[in-house]
C-alpha cells in the first residue's frame, strides 16, 4: 500500500458514496445511468471473487465488500426504489456490447488462462469503458447537475492515482502490469475532457451544472 493507492481508493469510496446521498436526499435518479452502476457491478463481483479463494489485509477485504454492497444498493435505487424517477429513454448506450468486446479480449489477452485470472482481467477491461453509457446520457440530456460532476470527477480521480500508484511501483517495486495500466489511461482519457469542464465550469464556482 503507498499513498497514492490509498488516496485513489477513498475518491472511489467518495464518488459512490456522494452518488448514494444524493440519490437518498432527492428521491431521485434522474441523470444517472443505471446501464453504466450494472457495469460497475458486473466489474466488482468479477474481480473480487477472491474473496472467497484469499486473504491479504482487513482493509483489502472490507474495501471489496463495501465496493459491491453500495453499487449494487445504487443499482436497486435505480431500477427499483426510484425507478419512477429513472430516465430510461436517455440511458440508451448499447452497454452489452461493452460486456461482450471486454469478455472477448479478457479470454484472449490476460495473464493465465484460468477462470479467476480471466474474470479478473475482463473486470479490467469493462471497467475502464462502464463509464460511457454515464457520459452518453450526460451528452443527449445535455447537462449533468453538481452532485453528479463531484462523482465523475471522483472517479477520474481514482484512475488518476491509480496511474501514479503504477508509476511509483515500477519505479520503487520493479511492479508493470500492461493489463491494468493500459485500460487504466484508456479510462482515465475517457474522462480527461469533463475534467476540463468541471474545473473551469464547477470548481471555480461558475455554473451549478455542466453543459455538454
Known sequence: ????????????????????????????????SGKSQVLFGLVFLT???DLFTSFVS????????VFIFATWLTVSLI????RSTYDGNHDTFRAELLVVVSAGLSVL?????????????????LESVAILPQLFLISKTGSADTITSH?????????A?????WIYRYMVEDFFDPIAVVAGCVQTIL??????IYVTKVVRGKSTQIEV
Open 1 to 32: 500500500m503507498n499513498i497514492f493507492r490509498l488516496i485513489g481508493d477513498m475518491s472511489h469510496l467518495a464518488a459512490i458514496l456522494i452518488l448514494l446521498a444524493k440519490i437518498w436526499q432527492t428521491r431521485s435518479v434522474s441523470g444517472i
Open 47 to 49: 474481480r473480487y471473487l
Open 58 to 65: 482487513i482493509y483489502n477485504s472490507v474495501m471489496k465488500i
Open 79 to 82: 431500477y427499483w426504489k426510484f
Open 109 to 125: 489477452l490476460n495473464h493465465q488462462l484460468a477462470p479467476l485470472e480471466v474474470l479478473w482481467t475482463f473486470s479490467i477491461y
Open 151 to 159: 462523482y465523475l470527477f471522483g472517479l477520474g480521480s481514482y484512475r
Open 161 to 165: 492515482f491509480y496511474i501514479l500508484n
Open 191 to 196: 474522462y480527461a475532457d469533463f475534467f476540463y
